[in-house]
């Protein structure tokens, strides 16, 4: 087509092939290839494998982005007339140039205008038991009315929405209204206090703060509109917060000249709204990075963008269909919550959400729901697996999950232990666990499964198609067998487009360290199998002796030994070796502290990695800080040690793991 682009590299990412490995956990069988999305848009490109598909993808991205946009049958207000144009450089590289398009239309208009119109868009679920089920043509009606409530409300294209919500139904409403009427909305996560809602408000730069008046977690009801209050008053930008009534309580506070209910705003409100044409390159949306270190990070994401690969992504690595159902347990602050809303419907699926605790008020709450619900598709995270299996192995057996094609995951690496478990209970060995991994700053995935290709435990089958990921050493050359740095070679459409107000440190962050390189901050290894794996953040990395060490790794071989729940490994300053190597364990409830213990964990440790790499130290504590989407914030653990700034705390979800981890300080062991 007219401006497509292609790339002069040579460069083809490898990917897993079907080896005699007995590693090999898994092999589709013919009903996933017969029913293989992925297969069928490889034919109609008239390419026989996906090592084929790969070479194509990074080397002929314009051929590959339209024949994706194709395939997903996106429709346009206006045809674009390229499909790339670097002109500006390849970290500033634009997409689908000429074009008018609004993501909001593919996932919900064209469907409410569709025989898909009485099927369901949205099933929720609460805490307590309520439920609530919405067509896409009642998604409609609802996003129309709020729609016009905004622009009543003064809020128009390119104005700043904080949407601060529960993953209820209104998010899905609030979300589409927003990128209906051209605004920018900022997701944040439902369970932040003030000052993390603030710092976001603040960013942006925001004119109106949608949120709910309460919710449940673990029984407690909790005042959401009083948290909103605190961190609207911090922000002189917002003038109007639009208060959706979730729950019977009254707000403690309200201020008649700024607060609005949402009821009463939408109230007569029109249910028709004419969806506004965006150039594909006008944000639609402004996610922050939950921040373990340093100012959260307001990455910038485009209507030709992240709707796009996230869809994509959804449609060829985990085999999403028309009118299947995809839950992932997630909150809509964290990039999964996004990508599940949008990709899920853009494919003319079912999203199902959840707000509340996972194993409340039982431990098999989740496996539950995706009984009830006849669920597809299940999103989970090694960290919740973990959670889970203390409650028993039964658990996922007393439901009838037969409805699942596959389990997908992503967050932190999986422990062999935990992606067995998912493996065999949940999936019953038969259904793939598509491993998924990616980021904030990506859209979705740089690496991860299919369900054409073959499974190794812990590892991903290679980079999704369209990205030109590889392992580099140092001085950015291909490493294959031994960690290197995960980086990206070539622009798509999912990066992106900047840090909101701050271009410079945009640059710094990724694109600075080697030429024209995007640089993902993960240490990966692609095996001789062709699989790759994550091994743990690069600048979590740990270097003894000359020896760079995942903490993954180190982590992994921690949990081999059947006391130790989960793990966190870190490096600390040693004269001699540069570091050395000290972990955190939990223990499960049925084993107690003890030397004799640390010392097996530590000898656990020398036999999977060597005795060069046993750990000078092993702690024993009853939690570690982790993010509030799953993540161990090593880099705090470590801070805290050597008495450091532990940087920004914002997305902590346990502030009682710092303060036992603070005890420890200093000390030879807990």
């Avoid at 009642?138 to 016009?148: H, I, V």
């Avoid at 603030?198 to 909790?222: K, M, P, Q, V």
């Avoid at 223990?587 to 030397?595: D, N, S």
């Amino acid at each position: 087509m007219p401006g497509q682009s292609h790339s002069d590299s040579s460069f083809v990412p490898p990917v897993a092939h079907d080896s005699d490995s007995p590693d090999i956990a898994w092999r589709p069988g013919p009903a996933y290839l017969e029913r293989s999305r992925l297969l069928r848009f490889m034919r109609a490109q008239g390419i026989s494998d996906y090592q084929e598909l790969m070479r194509r993808s990074v080397q002929e991205p314009g051929w590959f982005w339209d024949a994706v946009c194709k395939d997903l049958e996106l429709e346009w207000y206006r045809p674009y007339e390229q499909v790339m144009d670097g002109s500006g450089g390849v970290a500033w590289t634009t997409w689908f140039k000429g074009g008018r398009f609004n993501y909001v239309h593919n996932a919900l208009d064209k469907h409410a205008q569709s025989a898909r119109r009485d099927q369901p868009a949205v099933i929720w679920e609460g805490e307590t038991g309520a439920a609530q089920t919405l067509t896409y043509a009642q998604l409609a009606t609802e996003t129309n009315r709020l729609a016009n409530a905004l622009r009543a409300l003064g809020v128009g294209r390119g104005d700043r929405v904080g949407v601060y919500l529960p993953m209820i139904p209104a998010v899905v409403i609030a979300t589409f209204a927003c990128s209906k009427i051209g605004a920018i909305y900022t997701p944040i996560f439902s369970g932040y206090a003030a000052g993390a809602v603030a710092s976001r408000l603040e960013g942006c730069e925001a004119r109106l703060l949608i949120t709910a008046n309460a919710f449940h977690r673990r029984g407690a009801e909790i005042d959401m509109k009083a948290v909103a209050d605190e961190a609207a008053s911090a922000c002189p930008s917002v003038e109007h917060v639009l208060v959706y009534r979730h729950t019977a309580r009254e707000p403690a506070a309200w201020n008649g000249g700024r607060d609005v209910w949402w009821h009463e705003a939408t109230a007569g409100q029109s249910d028709q709204y004419a969806t506004e044409q965006m150039d594909p390159e006008d944000p639609y949306m402004i996610i922050y990075t939950s921040g373990t270190t340093g100012k959260p990070k307001g990455t910038v994401h485009v209507h030709g963008g992240f709707p796009i690969k996230g869809a994509q992504d959804m449609a060829h690595c985990f085999d999403f269909q028309a009118g299947e159902r995809f839950f992932w347990m997630t909150d809509i602050g964290w990039m999964m919550g996004p990508w599940v809303i949008s990709g899920s419907l853009m494919l003319g699926g079912t999203v199902v959400l959840y707000d509340g605790a996972p194993n409340y008020p039982k431990a098999d709450r989740l496996w539950e729901m995706a009984a009830r619900y006849r669920v597809t598709h299940l999103g989970v995270s090694p960290t919740l697996i973990r959670a889970l299996m203390p409650a028993g192995d039964d658990l996922p057996a007393r439901h009838d999950l037969s409805s699942l094609v596959l389990v997908g995951s992503s967050g932190e690496p999986w422990t062999p232990e935990a992606w067995h478990w998912l493996f065999e209970h949940v999936g019953k060995r038969e259904r793939p666990i598509i491993n998924y991994s990616g980021g904030t700053e990506i859209s979705g995935g740089i690496v991860g499964c299919t369900t054409i290709q073959p499974l190794k435990p812990c590892a991903f089958s290679g980079a999704v198609a369209g990205v030109a990921a590889d392992v580099v050493d140092e001085q950015g050359q291909p490493v294959r067998g031994t960690v290197g740095e995960l980086v990206i070679r070539a622009a798509n459409p999912g990066m992106t487009r900047g840090f909101w107000g701050d271009p410079q440190r945009y640059l710094d962050t990724y694109w600075s360290r080697l030429p024209d390189t995007w640089v993902h901050g993960d240490w990966a290894e692609i095996d001789a199998d062709g699989f790759w794996y994550i091994r743990g953040r690069s600048d979590d990395t740990i270097k003894i002796a000359g020896k760079r060490l995942g903490p993954a790794e180190a982590e992994a071989a921690a949990c081999a030994h059947p006391a130790v729940a989960q793990a966190a490994a870190i490096g600390l300053p040693h004269e001699v070796k540069g570091e050395e190597l000290v972990i955190f364990a939990v223990l499960r409830p049925e084993y107690q502290p003890g030397e004799q213990l640390r010392a097996e964990v530590a000898e656990q440790v020398a036999r999977e990695l060597g005795k060069a790499l046993r750990p000078a130290a092993v702690h024993f504590v009853s939690d570690l800080p982790r993010t509030r989407s799953g993540k161990i914030m090593r880099r705090t653990i470590r801070a805290i040690f050597l008495a450091k700034d532990p940087g920004d705390l914002s997305s902590l979800e346990n502030p009682a793991a710092l303060e036992e981890l603070g005890r420890l300080t200093g000390k030879g062991g807990a």
